[in-house]
């Protein structure tokens, strides 16, 4: 850790493990430092950083105000999956913020990523740790396939507790804003928070809006293979996805499923995975985005996934499969396509 924390201070970049995704990290302090993060991942540079901090005190150095509600959210969910918006101070560089007025701060709780941010100089700029186009890498074996070769060191702590990226909410709007759903979810912030609004490009396939968190605007992981969201009963979203699989077979092309434990058994195509069980929500978004890059090693051509309600952690789940799809959604009601 003391190594890993001298490649952070001497400019160098750490990948290491969050209790979300891998990050990518640099020191947040160093304009040069998040120059070479947008470098190693292939992404645009106006799209902004989280900086990650390891203690409660180095909060207020890095923005305007440590505000009441930002306490209080700190106070309830730090360490944790929850990343904050607030004006910045100077100190932090513009090339960290994408040129933003505004900083994203997140106190992560896996202890390899606290470790590394207090041996790092307490400031770690970090995006997800994957190549800009594919999905957040869960273990480190997905960073390598993405990062060697072009970062300084790779930390392995295992594969992530969560899955998902962190809830991101905006406190420089009132009422405050989630921009990006994760596993800390309207309802708990609504509860410290009072009211708790919901950006409304999050769900929406064209809402006519552009997205507030700049990232959320670029088109974000696709899989190569061209993927269906279907919704319905089990029993037509079964029968619904093997006729597809069928067809789509018969015309050549390699097909997957993303399916639950529940009726995995009755499908048929080349390659079928189970998220877990569908009672068990935190399985299913600890296996998505493992799933999702098989797929692509193994150069399925269609993929069809099941449909997750959009309460509570299910919000993230939908948010992150409908990006990957495209919005390519289709809701069975009885025999007909709407
Ligand atoms: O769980 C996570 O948050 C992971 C781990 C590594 O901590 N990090 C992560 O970073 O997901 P990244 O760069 O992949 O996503 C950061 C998102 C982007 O959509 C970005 O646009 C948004 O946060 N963001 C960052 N700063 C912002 C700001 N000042 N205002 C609005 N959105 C911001
Ligand atoms: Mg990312």
């Known amino acids: 850790m003391q190594e890993a924390g001298e490649v952070l201070r001497r400019g160098g970049l750490v990948a290491f493990p969050t209790e979300t995704v891998y990050g990518l990290g640099g020191d947040a302090l160093n304009p040069a430092s998040s120059k070479k993060i947008y470098e190693a991942k292939g992404r645009p540079s106006d799209n902004p950083l989280i900086v990650h901090i390891a203690r409660m005190e180095d909060l207020a150095p890095i923005v305007k105000e440590v505000t009441e509600e930002a306490r209080r959210i700190a106070e309830a969910f730090w360490p944790g999956p929850l990343t904050m918006i607030l004006p910045k ?33 307490g400031y770690v700029a970090a995006p997800s740790a994957n190549l800009s186009g594919r999905p957040s890498p869960t273990t480190a074996k997905y960073v390598i396939e993405d990062m060697d070769g072009r970062i300084d060191m790779i930390l392995d702590g295992g594969e992530g507790d969560i899955g998902l990226e962190s809830t991101i909410v905006d406190l420089t709007v009132s009422p405050p804003q989630i921009l990006r759903p994760g596993y800390i979810t309207q309802d708990m912030l609504t509860q410290v928070l009072g009211q708790v609004g919901v950006d409304r490009t999050i769900l929406e396939a064209d809402s006519g809006q552009a ?46 499923v993303i399916g639950t434990d529940e009726v995995l058994p009755q499908y048929r195509a080349d390659i079928v995975r189970s998220l877990g069980s569908r009672q068990d929500e935190d399985s299913i978004a600890r296996h998505l985005y493992a799933i999702l890059r098989e797929f692509d090693d193994e150069q399925v051509t269609r993929i069809y996934s099941e449909c997750f309600e959009a309460t509570g952690l299910g919000q993230a789940i939908m948010n992150r499969l409908l990006k990957a799809a495209g919005h390519k959604l289709i809701v069975l009601d009885g025999n007909r396509e709407a």
Request: glycine share 12%; aromatic share 6%; with cysteine.
């Open 89 to 121: 101070a100077e100190k932090v560089p513009y090339e960290t913020t994408g040129g933003l007025e505004t900083v994203a701060v997140r106190m992560p709780s896996h202890p390899v990523a606290q470790k590394l941010i207090l041996c790092g100089g």
């Open 211 to 256: 997205p507030r968190a700049p990232g959320m605007k670029y088109r974000h992981y696709a899989p190569r293979g061209e993927l269906t969201i279907i919704s319905g009963l089990a029993e037509q979203v079964t029968a619904y996805i093997n006729a597809r699989a069928e067809e789509d077979q018969a015309a050549g092309h390699k097909v997957g």
